[in-house]
């Protein structure tokens, strides 16, 4: 009995990998990837039943082979429209460079570049299918719809920021005066206590001297004092 061939099949069912990663399957219609996914599922059963010993006829392999072929070359997707996301993003670029951008407070400046850093990874990214090209864009639209609607709010919540942080410095500020203040004290009080000491010191050097001279003169008379 002839063996069965599986070379071409296990190279198409290995291939569907890079397959679903190209717009041809990932912006495909619904049909069109079923019916890939479909082909690709009856030739992986072939498989695991070749590993267990049991092969179907070199017909029935080919044929599901042959499925897999056409599916693949009739998956129908069509590149990525990113424009309306490149768009909204080339907006969003211009508004996190400006001073309206800077005004804002703190968490809702953070939350902008987090959102737009999450929707420039999906414009770069040559997996993006259009759908989510689609919601990203939209989703970049909203926010700055969102932003017009919250504007008196959010103005109000940056300049009760802005206060807090001002108060915050002042007393910074105050702070580090009064330690300044405090150190030069302590520097003051040192450098009088050490002048202190050394007047201290040279005039017991001093009375020590003397002492010594007039013990001298005494024992040169012949008398001890």
């Known amino acids: 009995m002839k063996n069965v061939v599986f070379d071409q099949l296990k190279k198409d069912v290995a291939d569907q990998e890079r397959v679903r990663k190209t717009y041809k399957y990932f912006n495909a219609t619904d049909h069109s990837k079923g019916l890939y996914d479909e082909s690709i599922r009856m ?4 498989l695991d039943e070749h590993k267990e010993g049991h092969d179907e006829p070199q017909a029935m392999v080919d044929l599901v082979d042959q499925a897999i072929y ?16 490149t768009m909204q993003l080339s907006r969003a670029g211009q508004f996190l460079r400006s001073q309206e951008f800077t005004g804002l407070p703190i ?5 902008w570049e987090r959102e737009i850093a999450v929707a420039h990874n999906i414009e770069v990214a040559s997996t993006t299918d259009q759908e989510l090209a689609n919601k990203t864009a939209i989703k970049v639209a909203t926010m700055f719809d969102t ?3 919250m504007r008196p709010q959010l103005m109000k919540e940056a300049a009760q920021q802005r206060a807090a942080r001002a108060k915050k410095a002042i007393a910074a500020r105050k702070a580090a005066e009064k ?3 405090k150190r030069e004290a302590t520097l003051a009080r040192e450098k009088a206590l050490a002048e202190k000491a050394a007047k201290e010191s040279k005039e017991k050097k001093n009375d020590t001297k003397k002492s010594s001279g007039w013990k001298g003169f005494w024992s040169f008379l012949g008398f001890h004092k």
Do not use: F, V, W
């Not at 030739?43 to 072939?46: A, E, P, Y």
């Open 107 to 111: 968490k809702t400046q953070q939350y």
């Open 70 to 85: 056409n599916s693949r070359k009739a998956l129908n997707g069509k590149p990525t429209d990113k424009h309306s996301l």
């Open 147 to 149: 932003m017009e609607q």
């Open 179 to 181: 330690e300044r203040k």
């Open 43 to 46: 030739g992986t059963d072939i």
